[in-house]
Structure formats: C-alpha cells, structure tokens
C-alpha cells in the first residue's frame, strides 16, 4: 500500500472518503491528510486531521477529524502512517469525536481511550434563530452595528491582530491566516466605534451550506451590550437571506459558549457522539 498527501488539486480522487465540507478546509494552514492508495493505486482510504496549538507554547495536539478505509486493514495503516507523521510535528496528543461507533470500536484497538457523551456541535434552525428575534427584542440598530462586509481590510486585520494578541481565536486555529473573504460577510457582524472594530461575530458557509460560527468576541468598555448586539444583527440578517431548512452549527468550544446558548435556546443538547484521546510521546 502507498501513501499519498491529498490536497485540493487531487482530493476529488477521494470524493469517495472525503466529504465536500472537509475537503473545503484541505488547503488550510493545519490541516493535514494523508490518502491510501492500493496495488492499482486507486483510492482505499483516508485521514483528515488539524493540528492545535502548533503556534503557541500548549503543547501540540491533533484533532481526528475524519478516518474512512475500505476495510479495517487500510484504516489501521493509514493509522501507522499518521503516527509516523506525528512526530515531524512534535504532537504529543491525538483526540477525535464520532458518532461512527465501528470507528470508536476500532480507534479503542489502537490505543485510543473511549466514551459516549454529548458532542460539542449543535445544530441551530433558522425557525430558532427567529424565535431569538422575538428575545433580543432589538427594535432597530445602532450605526455602529453592521456586517462586517462594510469593514476594510485595515479594519478587519487590526483586529484580528488584537485578538491573538489577547489569546482570543474561537475555533480557529489559523485566524490569523484567513482573509475577510473567507467568511459569509453579509451575515458576519461587527460593533465598530471611532472606525475602530471592538466585537465580531465570524461565519463561515460550507460547502454544504450550512453556516458554523467561528468566532464570536467583543474586547471593548461595552462589550456586554455589543456582544447581544452583533449576535442579534447576525441572527436577524440569517433569518433575512436564508431558507428555512439552513443549518446554523455552533461549537460548544468554551464554558463561555455553552452557558450562552444554554441560555438563549429551549433545548440545546448535541448529538451522542464517542470521544477519545491517545497519547503520541
């Protein structure tokens, strides 16, 4: 069996493994895949991981995000590979989520630790989100309450730079990488004062059209009031230019996060997925 690095020009070649939403995210700063190739070297399987923490002082860890094989014999060699991958990257810890309980059983045989619990994500309807109208109870915007399409690249970037400079990147390891384009930046909003952004609220549409919001801060004097704000103009502005049957994900990365929709939403529960974690030093 050979292996393969998959990128976007040769990631259609794995269609078969790989969804549209992941293969979307290939070419990002820490992402990685590896792709199994058989004797005629057709396509058997693949791996898709993100590495954490690579840039900071953490130590690095990778998060499974996909492992698809013909059989379980590829799937335990694509495991070999990523493992031998792992060490030029200094990772010390693997982890994934799954609701696939043949790849929970399978990642347990290779060392993986395991359980069921609730899942991080959870899926918000726009019918949801226009119920929330009717709870912010946000009448008309202030001016400085927009999408953040109406933002300069000046803007946007000052910003972002003091974001990570505060330690704040939501779920996005490679924010600092990522242009203002790469959001949905009519239903992204911001809260700009003194032409000086001081919250935002990121989203991103895949492939598959959902929306999966990315990050959602406000380090101003007002930031409790801006925070409700930009995340009413959001809900409104989705509710506004989206269909009834879009999905809206939310991971529940943070304590913060999850108090806030434990909050605003009747019933915020995730999926029963398995978890696991497996040690790489």
């Known amino acids: 069996m050979k292996f393969t690095e998959i990128t976007s020009e040769n990631v259609e070649e794995f269609s078969a493994y790989i969804d549209a939403d992941t293969a979307d995210d290939l070419d990002r700063t820490f992402f990685r895949s590896i792709g199994a190739l058989g004797d005629d070297d057709a396509p058997v399987g693949a791996i898709v991981y993100e590495l954490k923490n690579s840039e900071n002082e953490d130590d690095t860890k990778s998060r499974i995000i996909l492992l698809e094989g013909i059989d379980d014999e590829v799937t335990e060699q694509l495991l070999d590979e990523y493992k031998k991958e792992l060490s030029e990257d200094e990772v010390t810890e693997s982890y994934y989520e799954t609701s696939n ?6 990642l347990s045989d290779n060392g993986f630790s395991g359980e069921q619990e609730e899942g991080e994500e ?6 949801d989100l226009r119920k929330l109208n009717g709870v912010f109870k946000v009448k008309s915007f202030p001016e400085y309450i927009k999408s953040i ?4 690249t000046l803007q946007y970037r ?3 730079k003091n974001c990570l400079f505060r330690g704040k990147y939501g779920i996005l390891e490679d924010l600092s990488y990522l242009p203002k384009s790469w959001f949905e930046t009519e239903v992204s909003s911001c809260a700009v004062v003194d032409d000086t952004v001081q919250g ?4 991103r549409k895949n492939p598959s059209g959902k929306l999966i919001a990315q ?10 009031r801006n925070l409700l704000l930009i995340l009413a103009y959001s809900c409104r502005k989705i509710t ?22 434990d909050k605003l939403l009747s019933d915020p529960k995730g999926d029963k997925v398995y978890c696991g974690t497996r040690s790489e030093e």
Do not use: M, Q
Request: charged fraction near 25%; aromatic fraction near 8%; proline fraction near 4%.
């Open 101 to 106: 309980e043949t790849l929970y059983k399978l």
């Open 122 to 127: 959870i899926s918000v309807s726009v019918e």
């Open 149 to 152: 399409s109406e933002l300069s």
């Open 158 to 160: 000052s910003f972002i």
């Open 200 to 203: 935002i609220l990121l989203i």
């Open 215 to 224: 990050l959602y801060v406000d380090i101003g004097p007002d930031s409790r």
């Open 240 to 261: 506004e230019l989206y269909p009834e049957g879009t999905e809206v994900i939310v991971r529940r990365h943070s304590d913060a996060v999850r108090k806030l929709t």
